[in-house]
Each structure stands twice: as structure tokens, then as C-alpha cells.
């Protein structure tokens, strides 16, 4: 079927039900879908979006010291160890200079005037802390929806996540207990008020930031890592994990907030072009896009192989990574999930992802929510906009290349159809989070020697 016949025999179906069929173009509401596409549509955009899901793992989740605590956590860069790459040499786009230690914070690469993703590291593909990072930084908009974290679902709490960052000698290249004796240092009142005392570290004598982290790259990235003290002490633990639950009931509240898309769903016959109404058409139709990106947040939270072969276009080594194969199992095995003893309550949630042979090569489905912001695409961040990645989706991903199966299929979407598809995810942005939540926080200057 031609682009032109699909029109008229869609506009003929929805004359049959509609009385507003035949309103000039790109001033009519949703009425004139079919039933079985306002079906699909709605299940996207359900009048108001779901606030988030009570998360028994972090019982400070929505304790609102925490969140102005861990907003502070968010920011200061007081907590990481020396920058290792030299790629770090000081010019627009890095954290500092290689060798300079508290230069890199959780805002470095998630930079909330731009949606909490990266749009600082030079390229905007992957991510430059110490060095750089082996995937992309997702947005954190919307990040309350999801129970697993990460393109691979390493993390099963928030709260963990900050480890991370902290023990990657490619991120924050530092370690557990300097964190928790900057927090003693810096944070100690507000810490103590929330969470009760800090343990004594007196025992393990003052960690210098020039000692945070690994001296140099360990051979074996993406996995090396440095043995550090204190990394089996719980007491070191327990104050990083407090941390983490301060980030979370933090980056809880960060949300992409309501679109265009959803204002027409509403009623608003203005806030849809027609070109865009044909995109939220195709996206539930042809392009068969809500398979995957279902729901009020576009995902399913769930891990596909979509058979994306990696290309990193500069000089990072494309590996074969094998995805939620690998992280769901590493995910599983670690003492700060949500089984574990730092959690403060399970809800299931590590029997609703199997390990089954379909993780190979699988990520985790990104929401669509403020798609359009993010500079690249792909947990390889190597699409550099919306039309390469639904070039991608329509020829069916890449015939090799990746690991694992692939779940992709061509589309045969034409030009113009790939044009409205790109529109539609365009209109997906919402107002982005409260400004509150924006605005860098004061941080407790450093206390005199
Ligand atoms: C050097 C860059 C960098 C820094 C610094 C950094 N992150 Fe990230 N973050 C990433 C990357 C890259 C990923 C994706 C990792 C993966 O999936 O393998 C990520 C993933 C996440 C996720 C999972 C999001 C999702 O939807 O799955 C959260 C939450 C997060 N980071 C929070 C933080 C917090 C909190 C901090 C500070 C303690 C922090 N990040 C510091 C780069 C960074
Ligand atoms: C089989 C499940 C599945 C289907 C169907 C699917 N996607 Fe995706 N989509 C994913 C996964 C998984 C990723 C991340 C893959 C990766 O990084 O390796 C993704 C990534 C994306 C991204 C990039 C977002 C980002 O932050 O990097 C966009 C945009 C996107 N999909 C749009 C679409 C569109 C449009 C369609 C329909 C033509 C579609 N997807 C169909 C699962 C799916």
C-alpha cells in the first residue's frame, strides 16, 4: 500500500467512526483513530502519568531530607580520586587534568540543565570521568520507574548504583572508604540527622584523594577495578549505601513530565501536527515500536537484542558486550541487592527477570520520554539522531555483529513515513523536572585542616 492509499484508507475507516474525520489537517483530536489505534495509544499516554512505584528496597525513598542530602551528593565532586586518562588535558568537554583528583560528581555525567544525561564529554557519546566509560549515560529522567538499573541490569537498587561510579577507576576512580570519610569530613551533621552516627574510621587513618582510587587504567576494562581497605568492612558499607539512599529519594523526584502527545490524547486538538499524528500511528501500527516501548514510559523495562553492531566511531575498542546475560548475573550474586542485607525490603522483584539464553547480547528498553534531547543514541551512544536510529529499527538492525539473537524485523517504512515516525518521538518531550531540582545546591565548604 502507498503512502497515499494507507491516508485515504485510513481517513475512509475513521470517517465510518468519527464525526470529526474531514477536519482541516493538524487541527483535529484523537477521534479520528481508529478504535483499535486509540487502544494502543492510550495504553501510552493514560491521562495523567503514574507517579512513581513505592520502592520497599530504600525506606528514606521519600523522605524529603534525604532527597535535599542526596541532591548534595549529586553534586560535589569531593568524592572522587585522581583522573587517569590522559584524554583529560583540561580543554572544553573534560572534568580537569589527568592526575587532578575531586573533579568528577554524578552531575559530570549526568547533567541535570540537560535532562540528568551526558551533554558535556566531548563527542557526547560515551562518557569521559577518570577515562571513559565502556556505555553511554542514560537520561534520569523518569529513572523512578525502573526496579533494574542499567543498559544490562547490573543494579537492582537505586541505592547501590552509586557504587558504580565510585569503584570505577573509569568513572570516579575511588573507593568506599574515602567516600565515607569525606561524608564524616563534610557531611557529618546532615548525615548524622537522617541516617543516626557514623561509624569511627579513625582505624584506617586519613585516605588521601591522590590514594581514592587505582594509580593507573588497569589492563582489563571495562572490569578492573582496584582492591581497596575497607571495601569488605560493612560499617564502610553501610554509610555509602546511606548515600545511595539519599541520591535515590533525590533522583526520585527527576521526571521528564507530560508531552505534546499526551495534551492531544487529552482532548487538545492543536498539539499535534498531522505529520505527527501519522507517526503516533505508525508507531503503534507499522513500526510495531510499542512491542518494546510500551507503556506510559515507552518501556517495558524489559531486555532486548535488538542486533545492534557496536561502533563506537572513535578510538574506544568496540567488545562484545554481552549485556543482561552478564549483568542480571552479576546483578544476582551481589551482596547490595535487593535480597541483601542493606535492602530494607524485597517485593520480588529479581524473579520477574529470568536469566534465560534471550539476555545474551540484550539491553535494557530506553524510555522515549524527552528522546529528542539526548545527543546520541544506543547504550553505545553510536546513532547520532532519531532518523539513524529508525533507519536502524527499519531494516531490521544489523545482520551481524553482536552477540545473542536478535528480536529485530524489517519494517518497510518509506521516507516519509520514517520522517513521521521522527516527528511523533519528537513530540514526546515533556517540561523537563522541577527547576528545584536543577539549580545547583550549596555544599559545605571544606573545614579547615
Ligand atoms: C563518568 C560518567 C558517570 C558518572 C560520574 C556517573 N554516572 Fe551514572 N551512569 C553512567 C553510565 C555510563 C551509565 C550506564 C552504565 C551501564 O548501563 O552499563 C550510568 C548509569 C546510571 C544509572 C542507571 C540509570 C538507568 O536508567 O539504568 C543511574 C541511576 C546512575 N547512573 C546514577 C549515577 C549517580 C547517582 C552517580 C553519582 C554517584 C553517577 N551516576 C555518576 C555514567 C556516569
Ligand atoms: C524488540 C524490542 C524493541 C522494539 C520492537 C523497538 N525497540 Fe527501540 N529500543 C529497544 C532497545 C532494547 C533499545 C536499546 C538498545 C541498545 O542500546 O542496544 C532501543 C533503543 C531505541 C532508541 C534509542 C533511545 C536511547 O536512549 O538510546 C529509540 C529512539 C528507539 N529505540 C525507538 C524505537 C522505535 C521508533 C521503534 C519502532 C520502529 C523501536 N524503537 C522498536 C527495544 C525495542
Redesign the pocket.
Known amino acids: 500500500m502507498t503512502r497515499g492509499s494507507l491516508r485515504i484508507a485510513l481517513v475512509a475507516a475513521a470517517t465510518a467512526v468519527s464525526a470529526c474525520a474531514g477536519s482541516p489537517d493538524g487541527v483535529r483530536g484523537p477521534n479520528w483513530l481508529t478504535a483499535e489505534q486509540r487502544r494502543h495509544l492510550s495504553a501510552l499516554s493514560p491521562g495523567q502519568l503514574p507517579a512513581p512505584p513505592a520502592d520497599p528496597t530504600n525506606r528514606y525513598s521519600d523522605d524529603a531530607r534525604a532527597a535535599a542530602l542526596g541532591k548534595k551528593f549529586f553534586f560535589d565532586t569531593r568524592f572522587s580520586g585522581p583522573l587517569l586518562d590522559e584524554a583529560n588535558n583540561g580543554v572544553s568537554g573534560t572534568l580537569g587534568l589527568q592526575g587532578e583528583t575531586e573533579k568528577v560528581a554524578c552531575a559530570g555525567c549526568h547533567v541535570p540543565q540537560s535532562g540528568f544525561l551526558d551533554s558535556r564529554s566531548p563527542r557526547r557519546q560515551i562518557s569521559l570521568g577518570s577515562s571513559w566509560t565502556r556505555r ?1 549515560a ?2 534520569l529522567l523518569t529513572v523512578a520507574q525502573a526496579q533494574i538499573l542499567n ?1 544490562d541490569g547490573r543494579r537492582d537498587t537505586a541505592f547501590s548504583q552509586p557504587f558504580t561510579p565510585i569503584e570505577d577507576p573509569l568513572e570516579f576512580n575511588s573507593s568506599r572508604l574515602f567516600v565515607a570519610q569525606q561524608i564524616a569530613r563534610l557531611y557529618r551533621d546532615e548525615y548524622e540527622a537522617i541516617f543516626g552516627q557514623l561509624p569511627n574510621l579513625d582505624a584506617y587513618g586519613a585516605v588521601d584523594p591522590s590514594q581514592a582510587g587505582c594509580d593507573e587504567l588497569p589492563g582489563d576494562v571495562p572490569h578492573g577495578t582496584c582492591v581497596k581497605p575497607g571495601y569488605d568492612d560493612d560499617e564502610v558499607t553501610r554509610v555509602v549505601v546511606n548515600m545511595g539512599k539519599a541520591i535515590q529519594a533525590y533522583t526520585r523526584r527527576i521526571e521528564c513530565g507530560a508531552s505534546r502527545f499526551d495534551r492531544w490524547m487529552g482532548g487538545d486538538e492543536h498539539a499535534l501536527t498531522t505529520e505527527e499524528q501519522w507517526g503516533a500511528v ?2 503503534v501500527g507499522k ?7 510500551a507503556g506510559p514510559f515507552l518501556t ?1 523495562q524489559k ?4 542486533g ?1 553492531h557496536p561502533d563506537f566511531a572513535f578510538f574506544i575498542p568496540v567488545f562484545d558486550d554481552p ?1 543482561a546475560s552478564e549483568g542480571l548475573a552479576a546483578m544476582r550474586a551481589d551482596p547490595l541487592n535487593s535480597k541483601g542485607g542493606f535492602s530494607d525490603g524485597y517485593d520480588g522483584r529479581q524473579e520477574r527477570y529470568p536469566i534465560t539464553s534471550a539476555m545474551l547480547g ?7 520520554r524527552c ?1 529528542s534531547r ?1 545527543p ?6 553510536q ?1 547520532r539522531s ?1 532518523d539513524d ?2 533507519i536502524f ?2 531494516r531490521g538492525g544489523d545482520a551481524d555483529g553482536f552477540l545473542g539473537v536478535s ?2 524485523h524489517p ?1 518497510g ?1 518509506t521516507d516519509e513515513e520514517r520522517a513521521e ?1 521522527v516527528a511523533f ?1 519528537r513530540a514526546l518531550d515533556g517540561d523537563g523536572p522541577d527547576p528545584e531540582l536543577v539549580v545547583p545546591p550549596e555544599l559545605p565548604p571544606d573545614p579547615p585542616q
Open positions: 553511554r542514560p537520561s543498559w505508525i508507531f513500526g510495531a515500536c510499542d512491542s518494546c516501548h517495558d531486555f532486548h537484542n535488538v545492534l549485556g540484550a539491553f535494557r528498553t530506553p524510555s522515549l528522546v539526548r546520541s543514541f544506543m547504550h553505545t551512544g546513532f532519531l536510529v529508525v529499527f527499519n528480536e529485530n519494517r517504512l515516525l518521538l
